[in-house]
DNA sequence: ATCCTCGCTTC
DNA sequence: TTCGGAC
DNA sequence: GTCCGAAGAAGCGAGGAT
């Protein structure tokens, strides 16, 4: 009835591609399975390799947290909980952790466990409601599996695959395997946004088929940071990377969307919603479809089909306004977010406009490949009104001038700046030099650290997640945790540090991975914003924060204290 | 009916 | 979003 | 340069617990 492989298979030449190092090495091993599969089982492989269940365009999650698989591998296997939490902590992977257990536990299996029947039981998981009966589904695979299957089946219901592979080291092992040119196989990645379906191609040498359509997103173009460094001024580092003249915009702080709007086929099949003769639909940097949560926008878009009945795609961002129609800072935004509908009331509470600054589409025609600037001329043919705007772009020749202009940003309520190549095409998914983000740190706060986490997979071994805080005030030492951090130390100093709060750990929690230690390591923490926070003590909490240096020269008794962090937040 | 935890997405 | 690390 | 993995705060919503 089917020729797919085994999954034993599959599971082993995923245990030989988290063996491997080397990038090349892991791609060929790959390759291998990929070569003894045929093409459904290819389009699965490749999809999973890539850490993805399901493709781009399916809105179905599988996605199973650890407490249930944890509990659905003591169903399995009888293991105790106690056990198995001590397991997580030691070995950090819920995968590990359900292979020790069917190997320690149960007796061996003969499993004949195909490929396309994983395909069946993860799409079962999906369309079963309640973490409950999840749980005995998966209890009920997991006991008649051998521990090595077990290991991956687990690791793809958590979405933590973790082989050091992902997309790219996907669309190598194609490229590899079948010959074909890595930007060649990234492009059908991109336009059909499966890998799946991009490795069919690639077998079949089909990849100039792979095209964009209107209501299938695609992956966005990214920006890459660029700031003052040391010695270079701001302008001297934009220049290193972008000469001018360069296209200079605000960068603004919302949520990232994609806007599909042409006249209406009247096919049920696309993505979207039906509005006054036109479709719509609005997709995240994730590619989630989320136009039913912007009602607000979907209405004055549809208007736009006029402009372009055969279709247009827009890239811009969502922005939070206030009651003047002014920009007001991301934390608004958060009672917006992740809703599936928006109330009359929340579309009044919290009005959005759409920026928009790219056109990847017009008339049914890709513009992709299209300079920035004649992308730019083609957002002149429509209307920019009420919700609806678009970026404001200045041709700039002196990159002295940025200062200013970041100044200019910041007060229209922006972030800061994004400068752009003017001649540079549009490249989906992206994260290259033709786009740069221009940020200015903050002041840095002092802190001192209050407790301390265990980190997880390639840094189980380290107590790599600092929770930090600052002082109550000048007269009064009491200490308010302020936020969380690992990011920005390396790991000798991580592994020095280790050290030193084993040895003074006052109380430990959640068997050992949470510990109390003596307030006595000083950091220096950066960040971009200080926000009001329900979490901390302090009643703020900082946006990003990272560690910029150990203070070993500063006493707890000097850090920083609440009344700076107020100050930082605008609360003078 | 209400509360809490988990999973997930946004940045 | 951020960062460090590996290649 | 580029990719990958390990991390932060906030809020929504589903489901289970009370």
């Known amino acids: 009835m089917t020729d797919s492989a085994s999954f034993a298979a599959l599971a082993l030449a995923l245990a030989d591609v988290a063996a491997l190092s080397g990038r090349h090495d892991k791609a060929d091993r790959l390759g291998v399975l990929f070569a003894e599969l045929d093409d459904a089982d290819l389009r699965r492989a490749a999809r999973w390799a890539a850490g993805r269940v399901f493709s781009l365009s399916d809105q179905r999650t599988v996605s199973v947290g650890f407490a249930a698989l944890l509990r659905a591998t003591m169903a399995a296997t009888g293991a105790e909980e106690d056990d ?81 592979m992902g997309e790219g080291g996907v669309v190598s092992a194609l ?62 580092e934009v220049a290193r990377q972008v000469p001018p003249p360069v296209a200079v915009e605000d960068k603004f702080d919302g949520i990232r969307a994609q806007a599909h709007v042409a006249a209406d086929p009247g096919d049920e099949d696309l993505h979207g919603v039906p509005e006054a003769g036109a479709r719509v639909a609005l997709f995240s940097r994730t590619l989630d479809a989320i136009e039913r949560a912007f009602p607000d926008l979907v209405r004055p878009l549809a208007a736009f089909a006029e402009a372009a009945p055969r279709g247009v795609i827009l890239d811009g961002e969502i922005v939070p306004l206030g009651p003047q129609g002014e920009v007001v800072p991301f934390q608004a935004l958060q009672k917006r977010l992740g809703r599936k509908t928006a109330s009359e009331e929340l579309q009044r509470d919290v009005p959005v406009a759409f920026v928009a600054y790219d056109v990847l589409a017009i ?84 802190v001192v650290v209050t407790a301390v986490e265990r980190g997880h997979g390639g840094r189980r071994k380290l107590l790599s997640d600092f929770t930090f805080a600052v002082r ?101």
Do not use: C
Request: negative net charge; hydrophobic residues 45%.
């Open 84 to 164: 198995l939490r001590a397991a997580l902590v030691r070995l950090g992977d819920p995968g590990d952790v359900t292979a020790g257990a069917i190997e320690a536990l149960v007796p061996p299996v003969e499993s004949d466990l195909t490929i396309e029947e994983a395909e069946g039981f993860f799409e079962q998981v999906a369309e079963t409601s309640g973490s409950t009966a999840k749980t005995a589904l998966i209890a009920g695979m997991l006991a008649r599996v051998t521990p090595e299957e077990a290991r991956f089946l687990v690791k793809l219901l958590a979405g933590e695959l973790r082989i050091g």
């Open 363 to 446: 008339d049914g025609e890709p513009t992709l490949d299209a300079s920035f600037r004649e992308r730019q001329a083609l957002l002149d043919r429509f209307d920019w009104t009420g919700p609806l705007r678009r970026s404001v772009v200045a041709e700039v020749h002196d990159l002295d001038t940025l200062d200013a202009l970041f100044d200019a940003a910041r007060a229209r309520g922006n972030e800061g700046l994004m400068v752009k190549a003017l001649d540079s095409p549009y490249k989906p998914g992206r994260r290259g030099r033709d786009w740069l983000k221009i940020k200015k740190a903050l002041a840095t706060l002092d």
């Open 472 to 572: 109550a005030s000048e007269s009064d030492g009491t200490l308010l945790n302020v936020g969380k951090a690992y990011s920005g130390l390396t790991d000798a100093e991580l592994a020095a540090l280790t050290e030193w709060f084993e040895e003074h750990t006052l109380q430990t929690f959640a068997h050992g991975k949470v510990r109390t230690v003596e307030p006595e390591v000083v950091v220096e923490v950066a960040f971009d914003n200080v926000q009001v926070s329900k979490r901390h003590k302090s009643g703020y909490a900082l946006r990003f924060p990272r560690i910029v240096r150990l203070r070993e020269d500063k006493p707890a008794a000097e850090i920083d204290t609440l009344a700076t962090v107020a100050a930082l937040a605008g609360d003078a």
């Open 175 to 236: 490229s590899r395997l079948y010959g074909r040119k890595g930007a060649t196989v990234r492009r059908a990645v991109m336009l059909t946004g499966d890998v799946g379906e991009a490795a069919v191609l690639a077998r079949r040498d089909r990849l100039a088929e792979a095209h964009l359509t209107l209501f299938h997103p695609i992956t966005f173009m990214l920006a890459s940071p660029a700031e003052a460094k040391g010695e270079r001024t701001l302008a001297e």
